[in-house]
């Protein structure tokens, strides 16, 4: 990868380092109503969004490329891809989250259509992010867990969780990513969260189940680097601003309200 399409990764390591917290918008192509889309692109821009995420588990109705041309037309944010399979690329976006399922033992998650995307990403000279993504068990079977075929990691083992981010970084991971699920009932426990920041040197991505101002601040607390936050948001418009104003509050060195 040269200097040049390495401006994600760079960002994402350099507030490491600061120990400034971001915050990533999940975009399901099958959810956006395209009539409102650049109203809520602004409004996210307004309150500081600093990623978007496109993708999901299942997507039905392929606009992915559409949601990344609306995205660039209307804000400074970069989409970065969060694919659930390699029919789920597009070469528009600023960069992908590369994900290997090492909390899995789904060989097809873990390598396969990794092999198959990898001459594709290759050729589109798109940023990419190789990053382990570690589901967490949440409560009650997610989409993700379905159709991914795996069983979640326990929510009650932060030591498994530890050594399987370890063994990422390891292996040469950049990034890892806990995720409790789109629909989760429990985010990811803190305790999950303090392990793994305790193993790794990497960024932190978690998302899954943060729908209070309350939770995205103790997940920050815990050691997360970034908060995803998709199906809150599309429940509760308001969640937005909340979880928002959760990192900037972190970032500024407030205590938790």
Known sequence: MTTANRKIADLLSTRKIEQKKSFAVLLDPDKVDFDTFPAFLKYAEDHGVDFFFVGGSLITHYAIDQLIAAIHEYTQIPAILFPGSNLHIDPSADAILFLSLISGRNADLLIGQQVIAAPLLKKSGIEVLPTGYMLVESGRPTTVSYIS??????????GIAA???LAGELLGLKNMFLDAGSGAEFPVP????GAVRQAVDTPIIVGGGIDTYEKAYTALEAGADVIVVGNGIEQNPS???EVAASVKAFNSGLQKV
């Open 149 to 158: 075929n795996t069983n979640p990691m326990p929510r009650n083992k932060p």
């Open 163 to 165: 050594c399987t981010a």
């Open 239 to 241: 969640l937005l601003p």
């Open 190 to 193: 803190a305790a999950i969260i």
